[in-house]
């Protein structure tokens, strides 16, 4: 890859997640990923909401799909999917906090609605993708946000995805991208440390993932740069954390204590925003269909 590789662990992503739990709940919000603004008026909440419905179109999800979600988070995608396209969905996390709390909320709006209280959709289970369990020939699509990232090896990881579809079957994939033409100060400054901080195994170029979805099996039916209607995430993430370090002194004692190791992502923030500025940074959502 353009950007080394970083050695990380399932357990390492995890724990940093996990550390980091309030923050990204509170300042990423229930999705955790970034928001897709097409007008630009839109409130960062909906803008969240239009790129999963933008991912939801890509791969072709409709009314009763199994769909799998790698990398769920807190589970609020597949709750959308559910609830809006009609689909059974799985979602699937090495974080317990994450799934934990799907779950958690699952199980409350289950018991608001008092409606199908026995219903387990979405289904969440805690687990490592690149030795899921699930049988093959699973699923009719599979979706992952800014999952594979994390995944140290990302050819397994479209294998598997390959393996758990159906024959036809669609996968969607959104990732952070290195530029193809990266100059060594980015990658040094500015995408390595992106890496190695966010606990990432390495960030592809588009031109690499391409590669790993064609070795796996699939046809790629299109690729979009969405970077121009994501990047405004950041400066949005990056004022919630200064207002909430303002507000909470909780915040700033965490980022303040040198035994939190993952308390440098507030400088990540900042690292992310200006490879977006300095196009070292690219977000790309892959579609494609199992041959």
């Known amino acids: 890859m353009i950007v080394p590789s970083v050695q990380t662990t399932t357990a390492s992503v995890a724990l940093h997640y996990d550390e980091l739990d309030v923050f990204y709940r ?7 990923h970034h928001g897709l603004w097409l007008g630009g008026a839109e409130s960062a909440e909906r803008a969240v909401i239009q790129l999963i419905e933008h991912i939801a179109a890509r791969a072709h999800i409709r009314d009763g799909d199994a769909v799998c979600d790698v990398g769920c ?5 597949a709750r959308l999917l559910a609830r809006e ?16 709390y799907a779950r958690e909320v699952r199980h409350t709006l289950q018991s608001v609605a008092q409606r199908h209280p026995e219903s387990q959709n979405p289904s969440y289970r805690l687990g490592d993708w690149l030795t899921n369990d699930f049988p093959p020939d699973t699923f009719d699509a599979v979706i992952a946000i800014e999952s594979t990232e994390h995944m140290s090896d990302k050819q397994r990881a479209f294998a598997e995805m390959a393996r758990v579809l159906k024959p036809g079957g669609r996968l969607a ?9 990266a100059k060594p100060w980015q990658i040094r400054h500015l995408l390595g440390p992106i890496c190695s901080e966010g606990r ?17 099996g699939f046809a790629i039916d299109g ?5 121009a209607g994501v990047h405004r995430t950041w400066p949005i993430c990056i004022w919630r954390v200064f207002v909430g ?17 993952n308390r440098v992502f507030a400088l990540t923030m900042f690292r992310i925003w200006l490879a977006y500025a300095t196009d070292a940074m690219r977000y790309g959502l892959f579609a494609a269909r199992r041959e």
């Open 73 to 77: 988070g807190y589970g609020a995608t």
């Open 223 to 227: 690729f979009e740069d969405l970077s």
């Open 26 to 32: 509170e300042v990423w919000g229930e999705h955790v």
């Open 173 to 181: 994939v959104c990732a952070w991208l290195a530029d193809e033409d």
């Open 85 to 100: 396209f009609g689909a059974v969905v799985t979602g699937i996390s090495i974080t317990p906090r994450q799934i934990e």
């Open 245 to 261: 370090c303002v507000r909470r002194p909780e915040w700033r004692r965490f980022l303040v204590n040198e035994g939190n190791a």
């Open 200 to 216: 990432l195994s390495g960030m592809g170029t588009e031109t690499e993932y391409r590669e790993f979805i064609r070795r796996a």
